[in-house]
């Protein structure tokens, strides 16, 4: 039987973010869960416009996406409740600029990406911010052999239903691979 939940969306669990950008001329962190994939060059994030780091992506055109692992979980949180107009959330963490000078990224976060300002799409309370990543640096411990290898990332996975922080579970099958055990099933 299925019951109907009117228009929710269920697209969870979604990955928790540290969205990074430079505000009136400091760094600043927003966490951020609505973040997607546009091409494979590609990232979005959805920000509501009463966000402070909304303005800072704006006025740079460049923006920072980290990836805490779950044992950061508490400062991801405060970078969810506190707003930069408020206190300096960078102090949290040890800073690093790449290439584009003007993303501030987080040295704890095991995964940061460098992206550059393609496309600001205007939603009634939102901005989705579209950019390019310009430049990914990961930290040697999560790579084998060369590629990062999400099981010694442990991204902060979020769901919005219950407001939950979860952990990434086990490897247990191969992309484009399995499926192949169904070739030759029987077609209408
Ligand atoms: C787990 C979590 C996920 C969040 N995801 C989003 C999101 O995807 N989009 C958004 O607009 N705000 C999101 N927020 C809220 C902002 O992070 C929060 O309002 C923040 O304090 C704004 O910071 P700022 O004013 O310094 O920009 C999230 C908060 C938490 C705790």
């Known amino acids: 039987m299925k019951i109907e939940l009117g228009a929710q969306n269920c ?14 001329g400091k760094p600043n962190f927003i966490t951020i869960a609505h973040v997607g994939i ?17 303005a800072g992506i704006k006025e740079n055109g460049t923006f920072s996406v980290n990836l ?18 408020r206190v300096d959330k960078a102090q949290l963490f040890h800073i690093f600029y790449g290439n584009l000078k003007t993303a501030p990224m ?7 990406m460098e992206c550059k300002l393609i496309k600001v799409v205007d939603f009634p309370k939102h901005d989705v911010f579209i950019g390019e990543i310009v ?7 999560v790579l084998t052999d060369g ?3 999400y099981g010694k990332v442990r991204p902060l996975l979020f769901t919005m239903v219950d407001q939950s922080y979860w952990m990434l ?16 099933h029987k077609s209408t």
Request: glycine share 10%; charged share 20%.
């Open 169 to 184: 579970g086990k490897r247990f099958a191969k992309a484009w691979s399995i499926g192949k055990d169904l070739n030759g």
């Open 147 to 149: 590629a990062v290898d």
């Open 135 to 141: 430049t990914t640096y990961a930290e040697d411990a």
């Open 11 to 24: 697209l969870y669990p979604m990955p928790t973010t540290l969205v990074g950008a430079t505000v009136e």
């Open 106 to 112: 987080v040295a704890e976060c095991p995964i940061n």
């Open 68 to 85: 805490p692992s779950a044992d950061m979980v508490k400062e991801t949180d405060y970078c969810g409740l506190a707003s930069g107009k």
């Open 38 to 54: 546009m091409d494979l060059g590609s990232v979005s994030l959805g920000m509501a416009k009463a966000h402070y780091t909304n």
